[in-house]
């Protein structure tokens, strides 16, 4: 009778432990085999993905907290890994916890997506207090996780003393007119603070207030993503003061708000002076015919913007006219998004003859107008010429 021969992965070969891992996923390895035993450790210390995982994607794997408490707990050690994504998982309060000891003494990880979990108020307020001992992450997703504005608060704080985090992103987080004062006082002592997203949230008019104010003392925010936040005019208006003197932003997003023509007419002013703003963002604001003379009239003057969004507005022959004539001189604009306007075959005209002299200009957002085939085929001979990339 034979006897039965019971292998062990802690007696096999190096080389035959390396083989079973190429069948593991990353997150197998270090829930599986990190931390069973030192003979394992140091196998996987010189397995090759191991060695080499730099980013962890572990969005939609239905990770609730105890799973967090494992995976910080083999990561103590790894010396690779700069990037994870827990995105989309049940992630609440205890997990918030768990990952806050991880940060206080992790000195590798720089980016850190946690959105769309469970953390709620309460959990970021362990995730702002990392950050207070945290040196070296840089960037920090906590969208959709109704955070509200005492979450907004705990993350302002903190802000006033760390001096790594570059990026904040906050979309989708019930946060209103408080929340955004509060991260605006964060900002007004911090120089390295250079993104902020808070799209999708309800500061309205008075944290728009708020915001633009800190914009005007603030030497290093770059980028501000503030779309569908229920601003109207008055909240545009103090946006287009603020860009009058700040002389550091480059990334301006106002799309999915309510701004009338003295708004526009207030950015276009400031357009014409401000010599940083490089990507605007101004869709779904029922931009009429009027405004867009006045943009356009910036246009022929700014020398910085490249990249301006007008989509989902209502522009037609006329409005393409004036953004045509501006297009002749504009020697700087490389991204124009034009999509879901009313631009018909008198407007593609104008567009074509201005084309022909822009040197510049190398995408052009036409999908979802008025435009026959005929109309098409025109505009794609001339960009075929001016080497212009055209979306119908």
Excluded at 181 to 208: K, Q, R, V, W, Y
Excluded at 357 to 368: A, F, H, R
């Amino acid at each position: 009778m034979s006897k039965k021969v019971i292998t062990s992965l802690l007696t096999l070969p190096v080389e035959l432990v390396y083989r079973i891992l190429d069948n593991f996923d990353e997150l197998s390895i270090l829930l599986s085999i990190r931390n069973v035993c030192t003979r394992l450790n140091a196998i996987t210390d010189t397995y090759h993905r191991y060695q080499a995982m730099s980013a962890l994607d572990l969005k939609f794997r239905k990770i609730h907290d105890q799973t967090i408490k494992c995976l910080v707990t083999v990561l103590h050690t790894n010396k690779t890994l700069t990037t994870l994504d827990l995105a989309q998982n049940y992630i609440s309060i205890e997990g918030a916890q768990y990952i806050m000891n991880f940060l206080k003494i992790n000195t590798i990880l720089t980016i850190l997506h946690l959105n769309w979990n469970k953390i709620g108020t309460e959990g970021v307020q362990y995730l702002a207090n990392a950050l207070y001992n945290n040196t070296t992450l840089k960037v920090l997703d906590l969208g959709g996780n109704c955070i509200g504005d005492e979450g907004a608060r705990c993350l302002a704080n903190a802000l006033k003393n760390n001096t790594t985090l570059t990026t904040l992103i906050l979309c989708e987080n019930r946060i209103t007119a408080e929340g955004a004062h509060h991260l605006a006082n964060g900002l007004h002592d911090n120089t390295t603070f250079t993104m902020l997203h808070l799209n999708c949230n309800s500061i309205g008019n008075e944290g728009a207030r708020y915001l633009a104010n800190a914009l005007k003392n603030n030497i290093s925010l770059t980028t501000l993503i503030i779309s569908r936040n229920q601003i109207g005019p008055e909240g545009t208006r103090y946006f287009a003061n603020a860009l009058r003197n700040n002389t550091m932003l480059k990334i301006l997003d106002l799309a999915h708000n309510r701004i009338d023509n003295e708004s526009i007419q207030l950015i276009a002013n400031a357009l014409q002076n401000n010599t940083m703003l490089k990507i605007l963002d101004l869709a779904h604001n029922r931009i009429d015919n009027e405004s867009i003379q006045l943009i356009a009239n910036a246009l022929q003057n700014n020398t910085t913007l490249t990249t301006l969004n007008l989509g989902w507005n209502q522009i037609d022959t006329e409005g393409t006219s004036s953004l045509a004539n501006a297009l002749e001189t504009n020697n700087t604009l490389t991204t124009l998004d034009l999509n879901h306007n009313k631009i018909g075959a008198k407007g593609t005209q104008y567009l074509a003859k201005a084309l022909a002299c822009n040197t510049t200009l190398t995408n052009l957002n036409l999908t979802n107008n008025q435009i026959t085939i005929e109309d098409v085929q025109y505009l794609r001979n001339i960009s075929k010429d001016a080497l212009i990339r055209v979306q119908f």
